[in-house]
């Protein structure tokens, strides 16, 4: 994090909240009761109130994750682009659907709100790295560098 | 008509991780002039009088905002530049903020010394996560060189909500609590950020303001329309050969950006601004693309005559009920009432009275929500029931066929069973 | 602070600057229904059935957290007003799910109340999955059926701004908003004690003291 003036973050307690409900999720794959009990200790909230903040945020999963969290873009310009093909493709090569994650804990599949990458649609991300221009067949590859 | 770049002018031609690339091609002398040769009233009446205007969705008057975060005295002022970037189709702060990202740290240094910002946050989303250390050592580039002394950046990363890139959920979200939207007043200008003065002004905006510094506001204010000054930069995608980040002047027509620049041909329709966004025929393509007439974020889907518009709103709608903060009833309850209406009329199973369902809904919505999501949410329903009116009876009319049809299916085995 | 001059339905009303058009209705006699405003508390502004047609405006205002202006032109029951808020009582109907013909409650319910004063019958919409949640009634103050909940809040503040005690927040996000305390569990007899005052401010049968027995 880039140094900041101390005055302007300590105006409100809370201000630290969301980055290290971040990082806890990074770490630890999701945000369980012990780090959420602990974020709300240490920011003197209460538990319901750190529970809320986490839920409401795609990216801070209160339940276990896999290793690897697929997220293949839903929205119209890579539906138009046939998306639900390459959605067919990771659901059969994982057998699993979106929202589940894969017996041997290596990978989350979920389908997500636009990320930013309309002119290489379809596409997904995979962790946080970009996946465009995908074709149901170029799936497997690709997951299989995550094997 | 060809690209107009201006706010673009930099990108592809310097090193985005090099600040040394990017002052030999004139960079930060806008900054050094406001510093030195400017009072920050001049500043802000430069860009007053550019007409600039806000390039996230709203396009309010860039210079007048500002100057009302000035005129009110409080003991810290901040700076947002909004990289939320998550309105449907709308990449152009991502090619910004990856080919240039000292035009916009530039455009922050000047806006801070004009509203007298001490603290500047980027909000970036978390999508955009490979651009976060890129960004944190474009600051620190900038800082080093010394023009970061009267305020500070920090780079902060939302974490996946695209309520967030709203002005009054943004700041809630920086403040550790949910991406909720407030009631407007107050506005951020007089009341924002841990309830000080606060701006809030997108990536593409903020790139304006050194080459106004530079030019002059006549120069500014000579290119685009009444209302609409300077170029647009447009993210392109959907049915069009040529995908991608095009820069034109205000007022340019939707043809020459879709079928002239992106390629297109064989238009149904395009829908303008992400899923809250106009949907408009192939026979408006001559529109020219202002606040005037249609605008939003500058994204363009292109849909060619294979399309199926209630698909189309469906997959609108899909994304406003996920991305619904929850907060206020007309959205929260609306967008689920309409998808379940557009699933049935996807499904076969439409009757005429989900078209008045929708007109009420979506009228009702428009007025009463709480924030523009949920206004905005009517936009492409209203939009296709004004266009399109007769795919919605063609669906209802085959629906009553299948209907028909199934249920005699239905009946026969039934009878089957018996 | 002085006074500003505003007109509501036709009439000049003049109120002390900074109040809001409902309060400034209310001093005067003119009704505006509410739903998650909490009277002295800072204004929610989440359920929308406030809202007021206010001259020059582009999208209606609500009532609750609108400050009046001098000069200001509000219509609080014009047709276009009713029609809106017909709407936002059928949306709340609609996901309003639980079983309220056996309640005794049900003249008690403010929801049930504003709809049959703006003649909004059985809601003609419908949802994919309802909020179905069972209801809980372990704590021994307060019973909880969230199915009736209509998410406005007003239980999460007074506990949070009224007593103070925080049990109680929003959790999840659109129409998956649920109000949760802990990690989305019961209310437990340690966190709640027998303040009673969620069940005072709840519009809908959602929160209720259990039957003794
Ligand atoms: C639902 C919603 C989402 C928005 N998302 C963004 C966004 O991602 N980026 C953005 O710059 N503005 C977004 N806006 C507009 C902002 O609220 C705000 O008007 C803008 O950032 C102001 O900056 P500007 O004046 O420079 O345009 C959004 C607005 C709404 C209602
Ligand atoms: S309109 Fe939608 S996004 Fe905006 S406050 Fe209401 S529920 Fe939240
Ligand atoms: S439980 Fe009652 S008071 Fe609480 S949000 Fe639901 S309806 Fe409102
Ligand atoms: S009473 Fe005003 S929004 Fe609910």
New binding site residues.
């Given amino acids: 994090m880039v140094p900041s003036k101390k005055e302007a973050l300590s105006e409100n307690g809370r201000a630290g909240l969301l980055p290290a409900l971040k990082d806890r999720a990074g770490r630890e794959g999701c945000l369980n009761r012990e780090s959420m009990s602990g974020l709300a200790g240490q920011y003197h909230l209460p538990l319901n109130e750190v529970y809320g903040v986490s839920t409401f945020y795609a990216f801070l999963p209160v339940l276990p994750t896999g290793k690897n969290i697929i997220r293949v873009c839903r929205c119209l310009p890579c539906h138009l682009k046939d998306a639900q093909a390459v959605i067919g493709s990771i659901k059969k090569e994982l057998g699993i659907a979106p929202g589940e994650t894969s017996g041997d804990g290596k990978f989350s599949f979920e389908l997500v709100s636009c990320i930013g990458a309309c002119d290489q649609a379809p596409a997904m991300m995979i962790n946080d790295k970009l996946y465009g221009d995908l074709t149901p067949a170029g799936i497997a590859e690709i997951l299989k560098s995550y094997a | 008509m060809a690209e107009k770049r201006i706010v673009l002018s930099k990108c592809g031609s310097i090193d985005p991780q090099d600040i040394g690339t990017y002052i030999a091609k004139g960079g930060f002398i806008a900054f050094i002039k406001a510093r030195d040769k400017m009072k920050p009233q001049a500043i802000i009446a430069e860009i007053k009088k550019s007409g600039l205007t806000g390039r996230g969705g709203a396009g309010f008057n860039t210079g007048l905002k500002w100057e009302l975060a000035r005129s009110i005295k409080a003991k810290a002022k901040y700076l947002l530049c909004n990289a939320d970037e998550g309105e449907v189709g709308t990449f152009k702060d991502k090619y910004i903020l990856s080919n240039d990202p000292f035009g916009l740290i530039e455009g922050m240094c000047i806006a801070g010394l004009a509203i007298g910002a001490q603290q500047a946050f980027i909000y970036l989303r978390n999508e955009y996560h490979f651009l976060y250390d890129p960004l944190v050592r474009a600051v620190g580039q900038v800082r080093e060189k010394g023009y970061l002394k009267h305020m500070d950046i920090q780079v902060f990363e939302g974490a996946g909500a695209y309520i967030c890139g709203e002005e009054s959920a943004l700041m809630n979200s920086i403040e550790g609590m949910r991406g909720e939207s407030r009631y407007k007043p107050p506005y951020p200008p007089t009341r924002g950020l841990w309830g000080l003065p606060t701006i809030i002004n997108n990536v593409e905006t903020l790139m304006n303001v050194p080459h106004i510094i530079n030019n002059g506001a006549a120069w500014f204010s000579a290119m685009g329309t009444g209302r609409s000054k300077g170029t647009k930069v447009f993210s392109v995608s959907g049915d069009v050969s040529r995908p991608g980040v095009y820069e034109l002047e205000m007022g340019s027509t939707l043809r020459e950006l879709v079928v002239g620049l992106a390629g297109a041909d064989d238009l149904k329709a395009v829908q303008i601004g992400g899923a809250t966004g106009n949907i408009l025929p192939a026979s408006m393509l001559d529109t020219p693309l202002s606040h005037e007439t249609y605008l939003g974020s500058g994204a363009v889907v292109a849909l060619n005559s294979g399309r199926d518009i209630i698909d189309v709103v469906q997959n609108d709608m899909h994304f406003l009920n996920d991305e619904s903060c929850g907060k206020c009833t007309p959205c929260r309850e609306g967008t689920e009432v309409m998808l379940e209406i557009f699933g049935r009329l996807a499904r076969g199973e439409g009757h005429e009275g989900d078209i008045n369902s929708l007109d009420a809904l979506a009228r009702a919505m428009a007025v009463s929500s709480l924030c523009g999501l949920g206004q905005a949410a009517a936009v492409p329903v209203l939009d296709s029931l004004r266009y399109f009116y007769n795919d919605y009876i063609d669906r209802i009319n085959q629906s009553h066929f299948l209907r028909s049809y199934l249920g005699g299916e239905l009946f026969k085995s039934e009878e089957g069973i018996r | 602070m002085g006074n500003v001059n505003v007109n509501i339905d036709g009439r000049k009303i003049r109120v002390r600057e900074g109040s809001t058009i409902l309060e400034a209705a209310t001093a005067n006699g003119i009704t505006i229904p509410t739903l998650c405003h909490i009277k002295g508390q800072v204004p929610s502004g989440v359920c929308r059935v406030c809202v007021v047609e206010v001259e020059g405006s582009r999208t209606m205002m609500g009532a609750c957290h609108t400050p009046v202006a001098e000069g200001m032109v509000i219509h609080s029951k014009s047709p276009k007003v009713i029609a809106v808020r017909k709407v936002i009582v059928e949306l709340l109907l609609t996901a309003h799910t639980g079983d309220c013909v056996n309640d005794s409650n049900a003249e008690n319910c403010a929801l049930h109340n504003l709809a049959s004063d703006y003649e909004v019958g059985a809601p003609h919409f419908n949802v994919r999955n309802p909020r179905f949640y069972p209801a809980e009634e372990s704590n021994p103050y307060v019973k909880r059926d969230m199915s009736k909940?209509?998410?406005?809040?007003?239980?999460?503040k007074v506990c949070g701004e009224v007593v103070r005690k925080d049990v109680l927040s929003i959790g999840y996000r659109g129409f998956r908003s649920k109000?949760v305390s802990g990690f989305d569990e019961a209310l437990t007899a340690e966190a709640c004690r027998d303040c009673l005052k969620?069940i005072e401010?709840?519009?809908?049968g959602?929160?209720s003291a259990p039957a003794r027995v």
């Fill in positions: 909940c209509i998410l406005c809040r007003k239980c999460v109000v969620c401010h709840c519009p809908t959602a929160l």
